[in-house]
C-alpha cells in the first residue's frame, strides 16, 4: 500500500507540473501556441460557442487544471494496472464494494490533482 501511495504522489506531482508547463506553452508566442495556433483556435473555439474546448482548452485555469487531471487519472490506470501491477481494489472480492472504492479514488484522485495543478499554475513561483 505505501507503494501504491507512493506512486500516487508521484503522480499528482507530475500531473501539477505538466499542467503548469502547458498551460505555460499555450500562451501567446510560445512554443505550443506558435506551432498549433493554439491561442487563434481557443478564440474560435469561444467564438463558435464551443464554451468546453475553449475553457477545457486554456481559457479557465481551473477547467485546464481539470481537463489535465482527467487525462492523468485515466494514464495513471493504466501504468499503476499495467507496468506496476497492482491497484487499490486488488484485495476486494465484491463487484459492488469495489465499484464504489474505484469512484471515491477516482474523485480523490482528480480533485486532489485538478487543485494541485491549478496551484502550479496559479500560485507557484509567483511573488
Same mark, same amino acid.
Given at each position: 500500500?505505501?507503494?501504491?501511495?507512493?506512486?500516487?504522489?508521484?503522480?499528482?506531482?507530475?500531473?501539477?507540473?505538466?499542467?503548469?508547463?502547458?498551460?505555460?506553452?499555450?500562451?501567446?508566442?510560445?512554443?505550443?501556441?506558435? &506551432?498549433?495556433?493554439?491561442?487563434?483556435? &481557443?478564440?474560435?473555439?469561444?467564438?463558435?460557442?464551443?464554451?468546453?474546448?475553449?475553457?477545457?482548452?486554456?481559457?479557465?485555469?481551473?477547467?485546464?487544471?481539470?481537463?489535465?487531471?482527467?487525462?492523468?487519472?485515466?494514464?495513471?490506470?493504466?501504468?499503476?494496472?499495467?507496468?506496476?501491477?497492482?491497484?487499490?481494489?486488488?484485495?476486494?472480492?465484491?463487484?459492488?464494494?469495489?465499484?464504489?472504492?474505484?469512484?471515491?479514488?477516482?474523485?480523490?484522485?482528480?480533485?486532489?490533482?485538478?487543485?494541485?495543478?491549478?496551484?502550479?499554475?496559479?500560485?507557484?513561483?509567483?511573488?
Amino acid at each position: 500500500m505505501i507503494i501504491f501511495l507512493l506512486y500516487t504522489i508521484i503522480a499528482w506531482l507530475a500531473t501539477a507540473a505538466l499542467a503548469k508547463i502547458l498551460h505555460i506553452s499555450i500562451q501567446q508566442d510560445q512554443w505550443l501556441d506558435n &506551432l498549433l495556433d493554439w491561442q487563434n483556435r &481557443l478564440y474560435q473555439w469561444d467564438v463558435d460557442g464551443k464554451t468546453f474546448l475553449a475553457k477545457a482548452g486554456g481559457l479557465c485555469e481551473l477547467c485546464f487544471s481539470h481537463a489535465v487531471s482527467f487525462i492523468s487519472y485515466w494514464v495513471y490506470v493504466m501504468f499503476m494496472n499495467v507496468v506496476i501491477g497492482t491497484w487499490l481494489t486488488g484485495s476486494i472480492d465484491s463487484i459492488l464494494l469495489s465499484l464504489l472504492v474505484n469512484i471515491i479514488w477516482y474523485l480523490v484522485y482528480v480533485t486532489m490533482a485538478t487543485n494541485l495543478s491549478l496551484y502550479f499554475i496559479i500560485k507557484l513561483f509567483q511573488k
